[in-house]
């Protein structure tokens, strides 16, 4: 844990930029070196049925659709027979398998995930994959929301909010509200006038997992708002994403006391003017924030922070343990005010091992966000690498997504029928949720695994090419 040569002082009710607090700043003595604390405990995963192989933290047990219906998405109209819409909308356990590659815009408002039993599997699509827009005409905003539900598992989709509506308030590019069981993995967001992902509300068991999340638009540039009016004790997981190019809220982080936080093996990159925030405004937060990689880019500020604690609205004071956080960069790396907070173990047992934070560094690189990734997400990456990029004002240009045929599925259970083939399974009998290899694991399970970590080795694959060329 490394404290700032220039530590920032942040008290209640002073702002920054004050003539008070340059004088604050002028006053503070230089500090240097690393406070010791514990090294984390063993961790103590979840118990039960993860929902993927690789599923952590809080939420890897969540249900999602398994045991249900396999529903196809072949078109990328916003409504009608086959949509993702009618995917979301329908209830009972289900999964959407996509047959299309491409934009879906929705139109009108956005079809919030309310009924439970969900998993949205965006690694089954074609090609390059795809991405959610949200509409023009004010009333899409947030494309994707989970409220009021559980068991709701979403992997390997983008959202891309490149219109503007009337209402900034409510474009979010993810939203969990009042829900329990969810899982955003390998999604990636973008242009947000508010938060790029925000868990809201009484949510509990939740995890965001190697996803990416860049460039909110000002003035609102925010990129995660892990928790927000929360209704009691949360327990939820913020594990190998990157934030990139928004200016606070990288993450912010506000519970009741009595919940489970972590903040684990993260890269955040090129903040304005706060990376990591705790607040106490709802009684002090417990977290524990590790192995994470703070990197300054062009936009980042001298005065910013990156680990603060905000005492504005101070309710009690919070518990926050930090271990491996690694610092990069001309800024202010931890809030003077912190080590008031700080303990020496974490509240809580951790449900991941914390990788050293130059190690995550290159796994967030690598495999974060969804895949295959588009240009916009492969761009966010050369940035962090390469210390470039800027905040921008104005959203981007949705890049086109490669086309390909679908994977032949004949008897129309979810699954490519060669791979079918090459596990011993009936092509011509609909049976994802058979167990063939008799190993316990569901035939679904199996083959959405399968396509997931061919998408993870082409990303790796990539990523060498990359170094290799010198970007």
Not at 421 to 443: E, S, V
């Amino acid at each position: 844990m490394i404290c700032s040569a220039r530590p920032q002082f942040q008290a209640p009710g002073l702002r920054r930029g004050s003539a008070l607090l340059a004088g604050v700043l002028a006053l503070l003595p230089s500090c240097s070196g690393r406070t010791e604390a514990a090294p984390p405990p063993q961790p103590t995963p979840v118990s039960g049925e993860l929902a993927f192989p690789s599923a952590v933290g809080h939420g890897a047990t969540s249900r999602g659709g398994r045991g249900g219906r396999i529903l196809y998405v072949d078109t990328l109209e916003d409504n009608g027979p086959a949509s993702l819409r009618s995917c979301i909308e329908a209830s009972g356990p289900r999964t959407c398998v996509f047959r299309v590659s491409g934009t879906i815009r929705f139109h009108g408002p956005s079809p919030a995930i309310k009924q439970p039993y969900l998993t949205i599997a965006g690694q089954t699509a074609p090609g390059g994959g795809i991405t959610i827009a949200n509409s023009s005409d004010g009333a899409g905003r947030t494309p994707i929301i989970v409220k009021d539900t559980h068991d709701v598992v979403i992997r390997h989709v983008r959202v891309r909010l490149d219109t503007f509506g009337p209402d900034p308030a409510g474009e979010d590019a993810f939203t969990i509200e009042n829900s329990r069981n969810v899982i955003l993995d390998h999604v990636s967001g973008s242009w947000a006038r508010d938060e790029l992902v925000n868990p809201y509300g009484d949510n509990d068991r939740i995890t965001i997992s190697s996803s990416l999340f860049a460039e909110g638009i000002p003035p609102h540039d925010k990129c995660a708002l892990l928790g927000s009016d929360p209704q009691g004790p949360q327990n939820l997981s913020f594990i190998g994403n990157l934030c990139a190019h928004s200016g606070d809220r990288n993450p912010d982080i506000n519970f009741a006391p009595g919940s489970c936080v972590e903040v684990v093996n993260n890269v955040f990159y090129n903040a304005n003017s706060q990376f990591a925030e705790v607040w106490e405004s709802y009684g002090g937060t417990p977290v524990a924030i590790t192995g994470n990689y703070f990197r300054g880019g062009p936009n980042t500020a001298r005065k910013a922070v990156g680990i603060d604690r905000e005492l504005i609205g101070s309710k009690g004071i919070s518990r926050v343990y930090l271990w491996d956080n690694h610092f990069d960069g001309a800024f202010v790396h931890m809030s003077p005010l912190l080590p008031a907070a700080t303990i020496d173990k974490p509240t809580c047992s951790p449900t991941v091992r914390t990788m050293p934070s130059g190690q995550a560094y290159e796994r967030v690189l690598k495999e974060a966000g969804a895949l295959p990734r588009d240009a916009f997400d492969a761009g966010v990456l050369s940035d962090v690498r390469t210390r470039r990029g800027r905040i921008k004002t104005r959203p981007g240009t949705i890049p086109a997504a490669a086309a390909a045929p679908p994977y032949r599925d004949d008897d129309r259970d979810g699954m490519d029928d060669e791979w079918e083939r090459r596990m011993q399974i009936d092509p011509q009998r609909h049976d994802p949720w058979g167990d063939a290899d008799h190993d316990g694991n569901y035939n679904f399970d199996e083959f959405l695994d399968h396509l997931h970590r061919r998408l993870t080795a082409s990303a790796a694959a990539d990523a060498a090419t990359t170094l290799q060329g010198g970007q």
